[in-house]
T-cell receptor, first 114, second 111 residues
Framework: DAGITQSPRHKVTETGTPVTLRCHQTENHRYMYWYRQDPGHGLRLTHYSYGVKDTDKGEVSDGYSVSRSKTEDFLLTLESATSSQTSVYFC?????????????FGSGTQLSVL | RKEVEQDPGPFNVPEGATVAFNCTYS??????FFWYRQDCRKEPKLLMSVYSSGNEDGRFTAQLNRASQYISLLIRDSKLSDSATYLCVVNKDTNDYKLSFGAGTTVTVRA
């Protein structure tokens, strides 16, 4: 257990509304990530963070923004949700295990945009 | 072409059987390779890393073939609890965030 909590676990919202997903970690990990998972696709990275106020885009960043004002919290915001953003969102941290960095995921947020 | 490709399955096997499946990757510069396991409606969890020489963890054996650009996972003496989706993950280079995930191979072990 890497001490990662995602909230909310489930969210239903309407097209055009803003949505913020929260990832909270308790173990002072530097790197945090947001992925989305859709059927037929592997997990795809929206954004990642390598420290407080240090963030960067991943491969599917359009329509998303992030913020990290504290080490423990990484927020993903959909400024104006669209139906194509209906997905399961996983937050992750990376941790050094042996010679590799390994990812540990939160339990996920099921987001439905109607 | 997808960066990481997997046969989605499902692979339906009886308890006690051996099941094996592959994952191909497109970037020959890939450095690190992993298998993650994902249970239905749960988060992915690291199953094992894949080392160049191949490695074993209990009933699970992972192999890497750099020449043909694929990794494999073999499960011996399958248990009902092995039923899951297995995700192939490839690190494109030394920057950790550049991970490519396969869409997963589903394994169902039946009694």
């Amino acid at each position: 257990d890497a001490g990662i909590t995602q909230s909310p676990r489930h969210k239903v919202t309407e097209t055009g509304t803003p949505v913020t997903l929260r990832c909270h970690q308790t173990e002072n990990h530097r790197y945090m990530y947001w992925y989305r998972q859709d059927p037929g696709h592997g997990l795809r990275l929206t954004h990642y963070s390598y420290g407080v106020k240090d963030t960067d885009k991943g491969e599917v960043s359009d329509g998303y923004s992030v913020s990290r004002s504290k080490t423990e919290d990484f927020l993903l915001t959909l400024e104006s949700a669209t139906s194509s953003q209906t997905s399961v969102y996983f937050c992750a941290i990376s941790e050094s295990v042996g010679n590799y960095e390994k990812l540990f995921f939160g339990s996920g947020t099921q987001l439905s945009v109607l | 072409r997808k960066e990481v490709e997997q046969d989605p399955g499902p692979f339906n096997v009886p308890e006690g059987a051996t099941v094996a499946f592959n994952c191909t990757y497109s970037n020959s510069a890939s450095q690190s390779f992993f298998w993650y396991r994902q249970d239905c409606r749960k988060e992915p969890k690291l199953l094992m890393s894949v080392y160049s020489s191949g490695n074993e963890d209990g009933r699970f054996t992972a192999q890497l073939n750099r020449a043909s650009q694929y990794i494999s996972l073999l499960i011996r003496d399958s248990k009902l609890s092995d039923s899951a989706t297995y995700l192939c993950v490839v690190n494109k280079d030394t920057n950790d965030y550049k991970l490519s995930f396969g869409a997963g191979t589903t394994v169902t072990v039946r009694a």
